[in-house]
């Protein structure tokens, strides 16, 4: 068979009909037609499989790493209709990678099990990763911080691309964990989100109270809020007290008619260990644009 020249599928089968015997030129044909472990694909076959690949509605993961030594962080992605996948991300030494899903979505990502840590006296792992593309969750793990268990949760990806970086950073000093207790009280009856978010630390989208686990090198909390008011007049006003006197923190607002996404809480909260969110409908006093309000 001249070079490069493949024979086709129904060729191939022709050569095994009922009553044939195969020659050793036609077993040659079906081996050279047959992608093998060992070979190297050229920089033209490369580039039609990434072609194909990037026309595919499959989710993928962009991932890079810097400076982690001998770090394996491991994720397995779930999905509708595969066996989980798994992904370990090593030193990738600021290059970016990708890796294609197998399955179809909804995917949701797990830790696995850490291997390899090492860490000098003030140094930190940095986990910086996007389930969604409009906000970012942050993470320090090692040294005197908890680890990242096996079986964390980094939550379910919406849309298709999920994001991951981790870097090791010398922070000059001991992190330490400070806890914000966050009472969230909805007066109306649409769902309302809340992220709460802090120095190198952010969390998911939540409708429920919760405790902050945030970091004393960056003790303040922005506050942001998720609420569809596209079918309804009525805008909502939250208001964030510091529930041990009962203080006015802050006002964020939320406009009716809008699809209110990642919408400013109206300013930042400092030093504050209890803190309560009431959401409740209200006038929008007219301002700039953008729901950056104070």
């Known amino acids: 068979m001249e070079k490069n020249k493949l024979s086709t599928r129904d060729q191939l089968k022709t050569y095994f009909e009922k009553g044939k015997y195969p020659t050793q030129s036609q077993f040659s044909d079906l081996i050279d037609s047959l992608t093998l472990k060992e070979d190297v694909m050229t920089n033209k076959e490369t580039a039609i499989l990434a072609n194909i690949l990037a026309s595919l509605d499959n989710g993928y993961i962009d991932y890079s790493s810097s400076q982690v030594g001998t770090l394996q962080f491991p994720i397995a992605i779930s999905s509708r209709d595969e066996e989980d996948q798994e992904i370990t991300i090593g030193n990738t030494s600021y290059r970016m990678e990708k890796r294609y899903f197998l399955g179809s979505e909804p995917y949701t990502i797990k830790v696995k099990k850490i291997s390899g840590e090492e860490l000098g006296e003030n140094e930190y792992y940095s986990l910086i990763y996007q389930i969604n593309q409009n906000f970012t969750i942050n993470k320090f793990f ?3 911080l908890p680890a990242i268990p096996d079986g964390f949760e980094l939550g379910t990806l919406e849309g298709k691309r999920l994001s991951i970086q981790i870097v090791k950073q010398n922070l000059g000093r001991k992190v330490n964990i400070v806890n914000t207790s966050i009472r969230f009280i909805n007066k109306t009856g649409v769902l309302i989100q809340y992220r709460a978010e802090a120095g190198s630390w952010g969390d998911i989208y939540r409708s429920e109270d919760t405790v902050t686990d945030h970091y004393d090198i960056g003790d303040f909390l922005y506050l942001y809020y998720n609420v569809d008011l596209r079918k309804t007049e009525q805008s909502i006003v939250c208001k964030v007290y510091d529930t041990d006197n009962e203080g006015l ?11 209110n996404q990642n919408s400013w809480g109206g300013g930042v909260i400092n030093k504050i260990r209890n803190i309560r969110i009431e959401c409740d409908y209200g006038d929008i006093i007219p301002q700039d644009p953008g729901n950056n309000w104070t």
Request: aromatic fraction near 8%.
């Open 142 to 144: 090692g040294n005197n």
């Open 249 to 259: 923190l802050m006002t964020g607002y939320l406009n009716a008619g809008q699809n």
